[in-house]
């Protein structure tokens, strides 16, 4: 009978699949959370420079301009360089206009050519001066808390922290922003243990003299996703905290946009130790072993989900054995339970974003 073997092989796989994440997350909520940082906070008021590409953001960019206005923190010891690359919505007249009417200072640079926000931001790194202490990266669509930079100043502080990346919130309340939060717990807690890999393009704040040492990380999609992995790496904390809050905008929409994120998590995860690695910087350090699992949940999870599920898929085609069927039954009655199907949601971005990768070979960047 080949069946209840299948049937066994499938419940391990799925036991695996949803037990690795569940017991991760219990142990970084009930242990690694409530250690302290062990992190040097002090007083500290270093010059920040904050870098915002922009690509058509004409709806939104006045109101990322306010956002950033009524960031308190002294003006003398704030740049802002925005960055466009030839938008056609005419955002850059609403900067020009923004700027006539209110008091923020910034710089604005025009790229000719829309080569992606990745350029755009090694533009934009070009016209930081060396009297800059960090550098913070901004999505144009995103909305900070008014004690944002003042909070990553103390952090900065201890010369080990290498990145500071912000806790993540929704700008309308709903269950996506309940599921983030848990995720928010886990990156602090990564954190608190050393590291976290993934950073958050709304607020991204990374000590300059790294960047003028090392760059940013070259890899074909880099971007915000493996901004953590990259500096822990180079051996320096790289950490996302919970007394910065930036906002986003929920966009219900855009498949591909997913997509399209997830392939670049998964770039980021295959390329940025081995980055380091040829660069002769790579440092081991605690970070290790949040990483090993991150790629695991990342790169192999939700092939087992897959397998699982296809297994159970088979075994009740062959029909006789019932509790395949009512395995799989309540398998797919479960996602009416909106959690649990945010959860398998974002395990087919992964199973796709990796085969897309491995199709074309590189992240196609639709807006
Ligand atoms: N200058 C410039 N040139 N800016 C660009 C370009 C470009 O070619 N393309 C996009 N941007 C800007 C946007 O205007 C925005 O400020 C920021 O880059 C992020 O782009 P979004 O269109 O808001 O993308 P998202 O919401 O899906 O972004 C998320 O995923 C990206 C990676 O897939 C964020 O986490 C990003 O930080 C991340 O890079
Ligand atoms: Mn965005």
């Given at each position: 009978m080949i069946e209840p073997i299948l049937l066994t092989l499938a419940l391990v796989l799925l036991g695996v699949h949803f037990g690795v994440p569940l017991t991760y997350y219990v142990n970084a909520k009930?242990?690694?959370?409530?250690?302290?940082?062990?992190i040097d906070l002090d007083n500290n008021s270093p010059n920040f420079t904050v870098i915002v590409p922009t690509y058509n953001e004409a709806e939104i960019i006045e109101k990322k301009l306010g956002n950033l206005g009524k960031q308190d923190y002294p003006s003398e010891k704030l740049n802002i360089v925005l960055v466009d690359s030839s938008s056609n919505d005419g955002t850059v007249r609403k900067i020009e206009k923004w700027s006539e009417d209110n008091e923020l200072d910034f710089e604005l640079i025009e790229e000719s050519k829309r080569l992606g926000k990745f350029h755009a931001l090694k533009i934009a790194l070009k016209k930081v001066s060396s009297s800059t202490d960090v550098v913070v990266f901004t999505d144009a669509d995103s909305f900070w808390s008014p004690d944002a930079l003042k909070n990553a100043a103390k952090y900065f502080a201890d010369s080990e922290v290498g990145s500071v990346t912000a806790s993540m919130k929704y700008t309308e309340h709903s269950l996506e922003e309940d599921y983030r939060d848990h995720f928010n717990e886990i990156r602090i807690a990564e954190s608190k243990v050393h590291s976290t890999p993934i950073h958050n393009g709304p607020f991204l704040a990374v000590r300059n003299d790294i960047l003028e040492e090392h760059?940013?990380?070259?890899?074909?999609?880099?971007?915000?996703?493996g901004f953590g992995s990259y500096i822990a790496f180079l051996g320096y904390r790289a950490i996302q905290v919970d007394d910065i809050i930036a906002k986003e905008p929920l966009k219900e929409k855009g498949f591909w946009r997913k997509v399209r994120r997830a392939q670049t998590i998964l770039t980021s995860f295959s390329n940025v130790k081995k980055l380091a690695e040829k660069k002769g910087v790579y440092k081991s350090t605690e970070f290790e072993k949040v990483w090993k699992v991150e790629w695991w949940l990342n790169f192999v999870n939700p092939w087992i989900l897959l397998a699982g599920t296809c297994l159970l898929g088979i075994s009740s085609l062959l029909g006789g054995f019932f509790s395949a069927l009512i395995i799989l039954l309540i398998g797919l009655s479960a996602l009416a339970l909106k959690e649990y199907r945010i959860w398998i949601v974002q395990q087919s971005y992964l199973i796709a974003g990796c085969l897309r990768n491995w199709l074309k070979g590189k992240v196609v960047w639709e807006k």
């Open positions: 009930w242990n690694w959370l409530k250690r302290p940082w062990d760059g940013l990380p070259e890899y074909p999609g880099s971007d915000d996703s």
